[in-house]
Structures are given as C-alpha cells and as structure tokens.
C-alpha cells in the first residue's frame, strides 16, 4: 500500500505533444506550468511524433500505472522505397528501392501486405527503442555502434488501414541525390508497447521496398483523446517569472482521472476514512472481479484489489 502526501495539485493533464520536444521535455514544462515537481507520463512520444500525451501531477502520478497499459489510436505518414535507421523520418534514408519496384505497388498489393500486420501479431521493435538490453537502452547501444538485436514481442494491431491513395514523391540521400519513393497516409488502433516505427519498416520489408515514417500523431490514449487536449506552454528563457496556471482550470482531477481508468465504488466517509487508514473493507461488491476506483464525496480515496471476500486498498490518496 502506497499513501500520497496531500498538498499542491494533483491530476491528469491530457496534452498535445509539440514536434520536436522530447517527453521529458514536456514534464519539465508542466513542472514550471504548475509549480510542482511530482510530474510524470504514461507512454513516451518520440520527439517527431505529436499528440496525446497524458501527464499526471502530484498523488494522482501513481494512477499513471494504469493508463500506460491502454490501447491507443494513431495517424501517420508511411514512406515506401526508403528505409532510415531509426525506422522514420529521425534519421536520413540509407537504402533505396530501384524504381522498377515501386512501380509494382498497387492499391491491392497495399492491402495484400497490410493484412498480416493486424490481429495479434509478434513485432520486433525498432533497435532505436527505450527497450533495456541487459540494463542500457536500445538506443543508447545502437548509439554507441553496437548491433542491438530485439526479441519479438506480442501486440495487438486492431486497425491498420489506409486513408489516402499512394502518392508518389521524393526522398533525399547523403549525397544529395534525389530517389522516387510513394507515401501513403495510414490510421492504427493498437495495443501498449506496439511500435508504429516498426509497422512502417515491416510494410516496406512486405512489399519488398522498404519503409519509415514520415509522420506520427497520436490521436487517443484509451478515452482521453485529442479534443480536450491542452497546448504545451513553451518558456522560452528558463528563468523568467510565469504565473502558475489554475490547478482546477487546467487538471482532470483524481476522481475523474481513475473513474476514467477503472471501475468506481462509491463509499462512505466513514469507510473512506478506515481506507485512508489502510484498514480493508470487509465485503467486496457482487462482480468485484479487479481492481476499484474508491470515491468517496467525489474525491479518490484509494484503489483496491480483491483480497479473498474483502477489497483490500493497494494505493491510498490524500483527503
């Protein structure tokens, strides 16, 4: 059981990731925004991507555990006849299609490649990846020159569809050459850990062209999507004097942050103060199968977990 310490704000923001800024970079920004250091993210956005980054301030930071694992929406640009390192648009092209090639890809042979890559499928994620290897990052091995082999891992790839013709276009190489290559605009609706970079590569590697990504935005992060986000404040000298913004203005609360990730269980204050105790509650619900949001007089109390005929409380929030 985990107790937060009550004092300055706590909940969700749902916010739309410039491109270009790191995640971290984003943290730092609500740090400053909020004039708090307990900030956290559920699910990092590589610096090209945008979109739905959901950031949880003080106590609420905790319920972040449970966002990461939701499935998430995706629109990107994927490049065929070019392949990068990085497996998009981060790092330049190294291999070319011949011409002759892209001219065999069709609308249908699109789909034909597209249709292994949904369902449940086993990804190798790309090397450049904040996966651990034996304790160091992906990235920071590949970094240092090393070849970085990664495991397949399972996911779910619900949606992976076009929503444009393939459109032929240019890409560059080092020496400044120009190469054919065809884009095409795509949607994914997947399962956490699934590697939109790594999609991209494998529909290249299918139609025997290769692939990246040009473009990412990510649309939803389970129900919080990119109609409430928020705009990421950008300070551009680090030490000036910017009004906090109004906590209620700007956060989600906790309440509505967890009843947006789990099952909510109303109780009394009476039960609400035994919980914040750490004391169980002795009789779970009917169907109480999981973990429960506790609300009492819409503040989060505590999330519990079944413990035989009880609900026993595994985090615990400030009154």
Do not use: N
Not at 128 to 138: E, L, M, Q, T
């Amino acid at each position: 059981m985990t107790h937060g310490s009550p004092g300055g704000p706590s909940g969700f923001l749902v916010l739309d990731k410039p491109a270009g800024w790191s995640s971290h970079r984003v943290v730092s920004r609500v740090r400053k925004w909020l004039s708090t250091r307990k900030v956290g993210h559920a699910g990092t956005l590589d610096p090209m991507a945008t979109g739905v980054l959901v950031v949880g301030v003080g106590p609420a930071t905790r319920l972040l555990t449970f966002a990461v694992g939701e499935t998430k929406t995706y629109t990107a640009t994927v490049r065929l006849g070019a392949s990068t390192p990085t497996d998009d648009a981060d790092s330049a092209p190294d291999r070319f299609a011949a011409p002759g090639a892209l001219a065999q890809i069709a609308e249908d042979s699109l789909e034909r490649a597209l249709e292994p890559l949904r369902g449940d499928i086993s990804q190798i994620p790309s090397a450049v990846s904040a996966i651990k290897v034996d304790g160091r990052r992906a990235y920071a091995r590949v970094r240092a020159g090393e070849e970085v082999e990664l495991r397949p891992r399972p996911v779910t790839v619900s949606r992976f569809e076009t929503t444009s013709p393939l459109r032929p276009a240019e890409a560059g190489d080092a020496a400044g050459g120009r190469h054919p290559v065809l884009d095409v605009d795509v949607v994914v609706d997947c399962s956490s850990g699934t590697y939109i970079r790594a999609l991209a590569r494998d529909l290249g590697s299918a139609l025997g062209v290769g692939g990246h990504l040009t473009a990412l935005r990510r649309t939803r992060v389970g129900s919080f999507s990119l109609a409430e986000a928020q705009e990421v404040p950008d300070f551009p000298d680090p030490d000036a004097e910017v009004p906090p913004a109004e906590p209620a203005a700007a956060l989600l609360d906790p309440a509505s942050a967890a009843a947006r990730l789990l099952p909510v269980l109303s109780v009394t204050s009476e039960d609400a103060a035994r919980l914040r105790q750490g004391k169980f509650l002795e009789a779970a619900p009917a169907g109480a199968g999981g973990l429960l949001a506790a609300v009492s007089g819409g503040s989060l109390v505590a999330v519990l977990e079944p413990r035989g005929e009880a609900l026993k409380p595994r985090l615990v929030f400030p009154a």
